[in-house]
């Protein structure tokens, strides 16, 4: 079959720039740790919309806290022959507050590198590239907290650099999020749903974003479990 050099400008080079016929920026699963005290510390993994969360929380003081979030996604769409791999890190560290017994105020602030392999394939070519993310943000959370129930409600702002070769595009998004956990104080059982909206509806590198933040996952207490 015969394929025009004119008409494989006009497929490709689209896909390549930045990928906008796939999803350009995964956002992660929040973590809301919603401290109580100096020591505790936090270990949770996550799965949904995308992909795999690991998180390490950690209350370095009775205010500070610290936030270790990575997120992998393998194979995350093979829709029309797009298939992408995602690899993401973050650091966060944070100031958390008791406004009484149950309630909790926190906010975040964090910097994050990433990268997404890409495949596309047709019946013509196969097209591969390399997107490299980072990623500035704060987020906020306002929530109660018990030995059996944590739930809470978070806003998050996050600026997007996605930069292939020379190219690079910047996106700005705020992503409103529930969380809800369940268990005992040792171990909870963790769902969030939320949105992830883009601020520049008129930017097109974005606009196949992933709109949504699903997860479900398990937490586990380990300064409760052992007493530390």
Avoid at 97 to 124: A, Q
Avoid at 174 to 190: H, S
Avoid at 203 to 220: A, C, D, K, T, V
Wanted: glycine share 8%; aromatic share 14%.
């Amino acid at each position: 079959m015969k394929m025009h050099i004119p008409n494989l400008f006009i497929y490709v080079i689209p896909c390549i720039l930045l990928n906008s016929c796939t999803s350009a920026y995964v956002p992660n699963t929040i973590n809301t740790p919603l401290f109580n005290e100096k020591g505790e510390i936090q270990v949770a993994i996550h799965s949904g919309t995308s992909g795999l969360d690991p998180q390490l929380s950690y209350a370095i003081t009775n205010h500070i806290g610290l936030q270790l979030n990575g997120n992998y996604f393998m194979n995350a769409s093979n829709v029309s022959g797009k298939i992408f791999d995602h690899y993401y890190a973050e650091i966060a560290p944070g100031y958390y507050s008791k406004i009484n017994s149950i309630f909790r105020f926190e906010t975040y602030g964090g910097f994050g590198l990433g990268k997404m392999e890409v495949e596309r394939e047709n019946e013509l070519w196969d097209v591969n590239t390399d997107i490299n993310l980072n990623r500035i943000f704060i987020q906020s959370s306002i929530g109660l907290t018990n030995d059996i129930v944590d739930t809470s409600f978070t806003t998050r702002f996050a600026v997007v650099n996605l930069n292939q070769n020379s190219v690079k595009r910047t996106g700005l998004f705020i992503e409103p999020v529930l969380t809800t956990k369940v268990g005992y104080k040792y171990v909870k059982a963790v769902f969030q749903f939320g949105f992830s909206f883009d601020l520049d509806t008129n930017n097109i590198y974005f606009r196949n974003s992933q709109p949504l933040l699903l997860s479900i996952g398990i937490q586990i207490n380990p300064h409760k479990i052992f007493n530390l």
